[in-house]
């Protein structure tokens, strides 16, 4: 029965090692029939087909055992290994088994872009490109269409009809593998029953070893009595002469009953060393059985583990399932209330767009009305400038001195007339120009002063400017600016002082984060009273009579329209008597 029992065992033991090579020889098979069924985009470009393997696993034995007997697309394959994501390159396919805890993200990550199949063992479902997972005694797999097409590959028909297309059925496997997990429960708990049978078996049988030796005790006992009884019998023989011959007979029948004694003993003493042999064999049976109890009580401990780790995943991907939903419905909401603000944003859109086409053609009226206007004042003006020319060179002579002054006036008030006209012409034709470029603010200010060379010279200027930056906008219209500020500077000073212009310029951002140019033109004028400081830059506003000083009171309205024009505001500081700074802003 134990040469069967071995024997049995060395079968089953021989078998399970049969299993296990068939089942790697699977999963190379299954690993080279994907590479087979898979196009790359630089398939033609590759001498041979490399197959990579991550971590120390045991696969790239088969992988390089399969490889000397059958090649992939006709190209020889080569099987390397990598010790950890970063050395990965250089191969067409990759081999990873989860046992070994590599990050499928991480490993995703790296691989991006080079042209790499990842065929992954026992990872979650739709995680990578084509997961295999153990089911019995073959493979199941399924294929991540996201990721592979995200790559470039091309999945053939055949391969792709026999993968697993649902979730629902890669959960069906594992709930496979914990029937399998219960089945081996109960044969467990059925090897279990079977060694208490076997323990009690034994004790029995070591009792009945302890009656047979007290049997035994029991019988030696007898034949040592025995012996002391013939011992007297033979010391009384003189005396008991008449009954020789019945102690003759009484010793030949003690005679037999030793030697059967001693048979029966010789007997048992054979029957206890085979029961010791047959308990030795049963205990290292049991000793056996307890080994691989406790290995499959190791397996079903680890599989147990398993499968919590895959229940607590399964509530984790119903619990992000459940969210996603959830999410999904608070982003369509957010969607239709967002829809429903862009409609009304688009109609209001649609509003301020009409508006501004309205507002475009009032202002293309009004400065068609201001150049028509203009043009039509100039008329009336030029004749009248003609006609007193006329008279101041044909009755000068004629004329007494309040005619003459009469004359005078009249052709001072036209000259001014004149700038007032051609001031509103240039006023309603500013912040109009498409042109803009980048403008180097030093060459600005270096071509005004030589504009200005007869006037600083005159009045003794000094205009001392830090390195200006360069901007974007209109150039005429920015210098038109500069001109303006600089030559107030220089007109609204009190006699006897020498006029000094202080340009400078920084960059800042606002509570929006937008960068803009501040620039600051401080001179030390006359300087203006706060009460003035809203109406300055408003047209034709002058604060001092002609007399005092000459202009149309236009210069600041041009140069608060410069500035917004160019999406940037204008203010001063000033203090009467010491100086004034004026402040505008151009967007960086």
Same mark, same amino acid.
């Given at each position: 029965?134990?040469?069967?029992?071995?024997?049995?065992?060395?079968?089953?033991?021989?078998?399970?090692?049969?299993?296990?090579?068939?089942?790697?020889?699977?999963?190379?098979?299954?690993?080279?029939?994907?590479?087979?069924?898979?196009?790359?985009?630089?398939?033609?470009?590759?001498?041979?087909?490399?197959?990579?393997?991550?971590?120390?696993?045991?696969?790239?034995?088969?992988?390089?055992?399969?490889?000397?007997?059958?090649?992939?697309?006709?190209?020889?394959?080569?099987?390397?290994?990598?010790?950890?994501?970063?050395?990965?390159?250089?191969?067409?396919?990759?081999?990873?088994?989860?046992?070994?805890?590599?990050?499928?993200?991480?490993?995703?990550?790296?691989?991006?872009?080079?042209?790499?199949?990842?065929?992954?063992?026992?990872?979650?479902?739709?995680?990578?490109?084509?997961?295999?997972?153990?089911?019995?005694?073959?493979?199941?797999?399924?294929?991540?269409?996201?990721?592979?097409?995200?790559?470039?590959?091309?999945?053939?028909?055949?391969?792709?009809?026999?993968?697993?297309?649902?979730?629902?059925?890669?959960?069906?496997?594992?709930?496979?593998?914990?029937?399998?997990?219960?089945?081996?429960?109960?044969?467990?708990?059925?090897?279990?029953?079977?060694?208490?049978?076997?323990?009690?078996?034994?004790?029995?049988?070591?009792?009945?070893?302890?009656?047979?030796?007290?049997?035994?005790?029991?019988?030696?006992?007898?034949?040592?009595?025995?012996?002391?009884?013939?011992?007297?019998?033979?010391?009384?023989?003189?005396?008991?002469?008449?009954?020789?011959?019945?102690?003759?007979?009484?010793?030949?029948?003690?005679?037999?009953?030793?030697?059967?004694?001693?048979?029966?003993?010789?007997?048992?003493?054979?029957?206890?060393?085979?029961?010791?042999?047959?308990?030795?064999?049963?205990?290292?049976?049991?000793?056996?059985?307890?080994?691989?109890?406790?290995?499959?009580?190791?397996?079903?401990?680890?599989?147990?583990?398993?499968?919590?780790?895959?229940?607590?995943?399964?509530?984790?991907?119903?619990?992000?399932?459940?969210?996603?939903?959830?999410?999904?419905?608070?982003?369509?909401?957010?969607?239709?209330?967002?829809?429903?603000?862009?409609?009304?944003?688009?109609?209001?859109?649609?509003?301020?767009?009409?508006?501004?086409?309205?507002?475009?053609?009032?202002?293309?009226?009004?400065?068609?009305?201001?150049?028509?206007?203009?043009?039509?004042?100039?008329?009336?003006?030029?004749?009248?400038?003609?006609?007193?020319?006329?008279?101041?060179?044909?009755?000068?002579?004629?004329?007494?001195?309040?005619?003459?002054?009469?004359?005078?006036?009249?052709?001072?008030?036209?000259?001014?007339?004149?700038?007032?006209?051609?001031?509103?012409?240039?006023?309603?034709?500013?912040?109009?120009?498409?042109?803009?470029?980048?403008?180097?603010?030093?060459?600005?200010?270096?071509?005004?002063?030589?504009?200005?060379?007869?006037?600083?010279?005159?009045?003794?200027?000094?205009?001392?400017?830090?390195?200006?930056?360069?901007?974007?906008?209109?150039?005429?219209?920015?210098?038109?600016?500069?001109?303006?500020?600089?030559? #107030? *500077? =220089?007109?609204?000073?009190? @006699?006897?002082?020498?006029? /000094?212009? %202080? $340009?400078?310029?920084? +960059?800042? !951002?606002?509570?929006?984060?937008?960068?803009?140019?501040?620039?600051?033109?401080?001179? #030390? *004028? =006359?300087?203006?009273?706060? @009460?003035?400081?809203?109406? /300055?830059? %408003? $047209?034709?506003?002058? +604060?001092? !009579?002609?007399?005092?000083?000459?202009?149309?009171?236009?210069?600041?309205?041009?140069?608060?329209? =410069?500035?917004?024009?160019?999406?940037?505001?204008?203010?001063?500081? %000033?203090?009467?008597?010491?100086?004034?700074?004026?402040?505008?802003?151009?967007?960086?």
């Amino acid at each position: 029965m134990v040469c069967v029992l071995l024997c049995f065992y060395g079968l089953s033991i021989h078998a399970q090692t049969t299993n296990q090579q068939v089942k790697r020889l699977q999963r190379a098979i299954f690993v080279y029939n994907f590479a087979q069924q898979v196009g790359w985009p630089n398939q033609v470009d590759a001498t041979q087909f490399k197959i990579g393997v991550l971590g120390p696993d045991r696969a790239i034995i088969d992988f390089k055992s399969l490889a000397q007997k059958r090649n992939i697309n006709n190209k020889p394959v080569t099987v390397v290994n990598f010790n950890s994501v970063k050395d990965v390159k250089d191969v067409q396919l990759l081999y990873v088994n989860k046992s070994f805890n590599f990050d499928i993200n991480y490993i995703l990550n790296k691989i991006s872009g080079q042209n790499i199949l990842l065929v992954t063992e026992d990872y979650n479902y739709h995680t990578t490109m084509i997961n295999m997972v153990n089911v019995g005694d073959s493979f199941e797999y399924e294929i991540n269409n996201k990721t592979i097409d995200k790559e470039g590959f091309k999945i053939a028909n055949s391969l792709q009809q026999y993968a697993i297309s649902s979730s629902q059925k890669w959960k069906d496997l594992y709930q496979n593998s914990e029937a399998d997990l219960e089945a081996s429960k109960k044969i467990e708990a059925e090897q279990q029953e079977n060694l208490v049978t076997k323990d009690a078996e034994i004790l029995s049988q070591k009792q009945q070893i302890n009656t047979q030796e007290s049997k035994i005790d029991t019988i030696l006992n007898t034949v040592v009595t025995q012996d002391k009884w013939i011992e007297t019998l033979s010391n009384q023989s003189e005396l008991h002469k008449q009954r020789f011959e019945d102690k003759v007979k009484i010793e030949q029948d003690l005679e037999d009953n030793i030697k059967r004694q001693i048979e029966f003993i010789k007997s048992q003493d054979q029957n206890i060393i085979s029961r010791n042999l047959e308990i030795q064999k049963q205990h290292n049976f049991i000793q056996n059985q307890i080994a691989e109890i406790e290995t499959k009580e190791f397996i079903l401990k680890q599989k147990e583990s398993q499968l919590n780790t895959q229940k607590t995943i399964n509530i984790l991907l119903i619990t992000l399932i459940s969210l996603a939903v959830l999410g999904g419905i608070l982003i369509y909401r957010s969607y239709l209330s967002k829809k429903k603000l862009n409609k009304k944003l688009k109609d209001k859109n649609a509003a301020i767009q009409k508006q501004s086409l309205e507002l475009e053609i009032k202002n293309d009226e009004l400065e068609q009305f201001a150049y028509i206007a203009s043009h039509d004042l100039k008329e009336p003006l030029i004749t009248i400038t003609g006609l007193i020319d006329l008279l101041v060179e044909e009755y000068e002579d004629k004329l007494d001195d309040n005619g003459k002054m009469s004359l005078n006036f009249i052709s001072q008030s036209s000259a001014r007339m004149q700038k007032l006209i051609d001031a509103i012409l240039q006023y309603s034709r500013l912040g109009k120009s498409k042109n803009t470029t980048n403008i180097n603010c030093n060459s600005v200010i270096s071509i005004l002063k030589d504009d200005l060379k007869n006037v600083i010279d005159r009045t003794e200027s000094t205009i001392i400017t830090t390195d200006l930056p360069t901007i974007k906008g209109a150039e005429l219209e920015l210098r038109l600016l500069f001109q303006n500020l600089i030559s #107030n *500077g =220089i007109k609204f000073t009190k @006699k006897g002082v020498k006029p /000094i212009i %202080s $340009i400078d310029c920084n +960059l800042q !951002s606002n509570v929006e984060s937008v960068d803009y140019w501040v620039f600051s033109i401080t001179d #030390n *004028g =006359i300087g203006i009273p706060a @009460k003035h400081k809203d109406r /300055i830059f %408003s $047209i034709f506003q002058r +604060l001092h !009579s002609r007399d005092e000083y000459e202009g149309t009171g236009i210069g600041l309205a041009h140069c608060k329209k =410069i500035v917004e024009a160019h999406s940037g505001r204008i203010w001063l500081d %000033s203090e009467v008597g010491k100086g004034t700074t004026f402040y505008f802003t151009i967007p960086a």
